[in-house]
């Protein structure tokens, strides 16, 4: 109770910097994510190992055999390790400003969403801040599937375009959240004093990746991050609701799921790309001329 009182304290405080100090704001780690072995190596045989174990000591075998030429590379995630009190501001601002940002997402966006009760508000008694995974994310994809099936029983011809974004989490800069011409898209009802809360909040984001190598992103494991990453993606999915109006439209996180009629008789990837470019508003284009990935905005 002592600990709560004096984070109280600090929010009604005039001073707004104990948000970046290092007690407050925690630190960082590594996590293994992956180990991705040589593809000459990856593909030699079709072993398949129900043990997980017996999988790892079969590539290191095989990675034997080849006199240590090729080494398997591994990948590491960065994750947050925040202070207590950095928890509780998350919590707090999830329950007083980002059910507001969240209450503007349509119902393409499956992952990450805010528990609500039936009458559509958020109950700060609810175990957990977030919905489940599992049911949204069957949804997501079991609601695509039913689209295309449709489709195809009404002898509609189809096209259906999954991707991804990069590094989603750490390449974000939650500092759109601040600017006036990102809010005036939504219907916000902020106090006072819930936009100081929210000020602290995305400044005590950005301080957090400053300590980090990388200097940007969000705080994987830090639950708000999930409702910030969802907004930074909304006016892609207004985008496609509205002026692509597709068959089927989901996004489950950083995932992306579109199906379509093919009118335009799309020959390749790309001229389907070009024609929802077109479409876009700028919001999206090629990252670079090789035309290997898309940009956002």
Known sequence: MDNLRSLQTRLDSDDEYWIREEGFLGNWTLVPKSIDLPESNSSKGSLIFSSPAEAWEHACASLGERDGKEKAKAEFRLMAHVSLDFHVLSALWMLKVGCQYDRNLTASSYGNRLRRGEDGEINPLSLGSLKPYLKPFRDWRDNGIQSMRTALEDNKKIVAVTADVSSFYHELNPGFMLKDEFNCLFDLELTEEDAKLHRLFIAALQAWADKTPLKKGLPVGLPASAVVANMALIELDRMMERQVAPL?????????????????GFDSTEDLWEWLFARSDGLLNWKDKEREAVRFK
């Not at 089927?248 to 379509?260: K, P, S, T």
């Open 248 to 264: 089927y439209y989901g996004r489950y996180v950083d995932d992306f799921l579109l199906v379509m009629e093919n009118g335009a």
